[in-house]
């Protein structure tokens, strides 16, 4: 060996010593957490797809899994880290590791070390083989309303305070030995009546049985005047099985030490389940539908590529039932829509677009109505959903506010936490909702994304999609000369100017549009609650409102029409 031969060996092996003797980078050390999560046979025998979850708090109660997501619409702040599955048999481990994504701490090995009360989940995935030859693994709703934590059949651990060291190497074991056991349905009473069933054009659209619901709130004498038929005020809105509007027969006051908001909510209750068994409120049935998607809680009712047919579900197969067994006026001046948030979205669509099917809507606070306005994101014209860029400067775009204009979230925080929730569209929550149902499929079978979840890029060409399909202002203005004579009138919107989402400036282009109509004039309104934040409903209590649209009915009822059914001043 040559003296230059015996010093490079020597150079190399200093070298190999120094990476070795090295201490771990931040990103190395992260990688080396990691929980191990399996289910035991006895709780599942069969192999399972889906996502696993660990969640981490520093308080006990309520359970972890019972401490992280969303809670009224807004985004807590309880870390959790997810990984999908796939075909994960009993006893063997899934891996959520330093590197595993998660919300509102990025990654797994950035949590700081300490002490944490720790619990494990695993959100289990359906194989749905569509009509359309796609092949899609999602969560499919078991009448819980997409709402992993208490979805029945997904798996959980017991919670445990555990030490947590991204730096440390030893493997901390979590085993999911807890099934959800299934929903129980309330029984029906006197007043509510409950219903469910396949759904033919569903269920063959998603290749394996889909249920539709709905619960129904009889008027006052239901049973004694057996030969009255009903209005009817369909209020769309998220998966519930509670009655329509709160309704309790016998209502009760707030506990004892409830929040202002509680407090609000019972006393709304109480006065709306007073006036509905009172003899001189309008005799109406008040209906709810339950119509959960792989995707969300709700199906936003409108036929689409990734949904599936549910406007033709609502309208041929849920509608007509309980026509038929309800006593339903089946005429569209009986059919009159309500709804908040989703619902109101919901309620002008299904205006919109079947505007023969229905005689009216009053919507509070619709999601985006025209998508200059997606929320704040203007996908038309931007590049960006999570940031506007001006040279040097990139400034965060916000996602949530109070009415004074403090931001609560942003939207690439948003955006994380859907990550974090699920891959592929699949986090069952608001904006991949928005986008399966507004936007085109793609070649996998899951929604085209209108901007990338990572970066916020926004594809212009899902854009135009979304314009021509969706976009309801958009829509309108196509196609006012058709559909205008059919609708003049029909519609009324009630917003917060201050809407929590920013929801209040789509409504205004909406406003500044049908303004300008003509053959016919569009004869609605809109009505603004200054300062008013998300959902502001207009200046009238619910059985206020209920009155209105029981007025509306009796006014655009066709004039050779009985009127049974409607009450304006009777003695109890």
Known sequence: MTRSCAMLKTIRLLSLALVVCSPLSAEQAAAKLRFELQFPSSVRNEAADGRVYVILTRKAEPEPR????????????????????????PGQNAVVGGNSFGYPVERLGDLPAGDYYVQGMLNVYTTFHRADGHVLKMHMDQWEGQNPPISPGNLYSDPKKIHVDPASS????????HKI???????????????????????KFWGRPILIG??????????RDSGVQYPVNYEQGHFTLDAPGGFVENPAPARAGASDREKTRALRQQELSKAWQS????????????HPTPYYDDSYAIDTPNMGPYGQAITQELIPYIEKHFRAIPKPWARILSGGSTGGWESLALQIFYPDYFGGTFSACPDPVDFHYFEIV????????CYIKDDWRKTPIPGERQPDGL????????????????????????????????GPMGDDGYFKPVFNPATGAIDHGVAAYWKEHTDLNAYLQRNWKTIGPKLAGKIHIWTGDADTYFLNDAVHLLDDYLRTTTEPPWGGSITYGPMQPHCWSGPLALEDRIKLMASYVAATAPRNVDRPWWRDSAPE
Not at 66 to 89: C, N, W
Not at 378 to 385: C, E, G, H, V
């Open 170 to 177: 030893e493997p901390i074991r979590i085993v999911l030995d």
């Open 181 to 203: 056991p299934p929903i129980e349905m309330a029984k029906d009473t006197q007043w509510v009546k409950r219903i469910r069933f396949e759904s033919p054009l569903l269920s």
């Open 214 to 223: 709905a619960t129904i709130l009889l008027p006052k004498d239901y049973d």
């Open 279 to 290: 003899g001189d409120y309008p005799r109406m049935l008040f209906v709810t539908f339950q």
């Open 378 to 385: 203007n996908i038309y014209d931007w590049d960006s959903a």
């Open 407 to 438: 931001i609560l979230s942003t939207m690439r925080e948003q955006l994380k936490y859907e990550q974090a929730m699920g891959t592929g569209g699949r986090s069952g929550e608001d904006w991949d909702c928005w986008q399966a149902v507004y």
């Open 66 to 89: 019972l401490q992280f997501g969303k809670s009224g619409g807004q985004y807590r702040s309880t870390p959790f880290f997810g990984e999908d599955v796939d075909g994960l048999k």
